[in-house]
Nanobody, 127 residues
């Protein structure tokens, strides 16, 4: 079993930056593809970014490409999301997710790929 805990959320002005971290328990986390999703009330959980188990592959939603960067440190069991040039429309609860079976990488934008989810961290961007 893997537990994921997100941190780093908060309130920031438009144009600012935040760095989210996802800390995982369990020695096998470094073998799992990992993703970040976000959700606003009343809407579905949307894909933000994904990174494969080794860190050699990444993928981003078009809405964040060029502004957000996903990275991982398997020695520290963490996956990070650096968010720059934030916009009010980035406001959401951000969730970290991990795929214990490393299903098809090309399905990394779908929630069904992932088995473990964190509790989420709130990001609010003011205009």
């Amino acid at each position: 079993q893997v537990q994921l805990v997100e941190s780093g959320g908060g309130l920031v002005q438009a144009g600012g930056s935040l760095r989210l971290s996802c800390a995982a328990s369990g020695r096998t986390f470094g073998r799992y593809d990992t993703g970040w999703f976000r959700q606003v009330p009343g809407k579905e959980r949307d894909f933000v970014a994904a990174i494969n188990w080794s860190g050699g592959r990444t993928n981003y939603a078009d809405s964040v490409k060029g502004r957000f960067t996903i990275s991982r440190d398997n020695a520290k069991n963490t996956v990070n999301l650096q968010m720059d040039s934030l916009k009010p429309e980035d406001t959401a609860v951000y969730y970290c997710a991990a795929d214990r079976e490393n299903r098809n990488w090309y399905s990394n934008r779908g929630v069904n790929k992932y088995d473990y989810w964190g509790q989420g961290t709130q990001v609010t961007v003011s205009s």
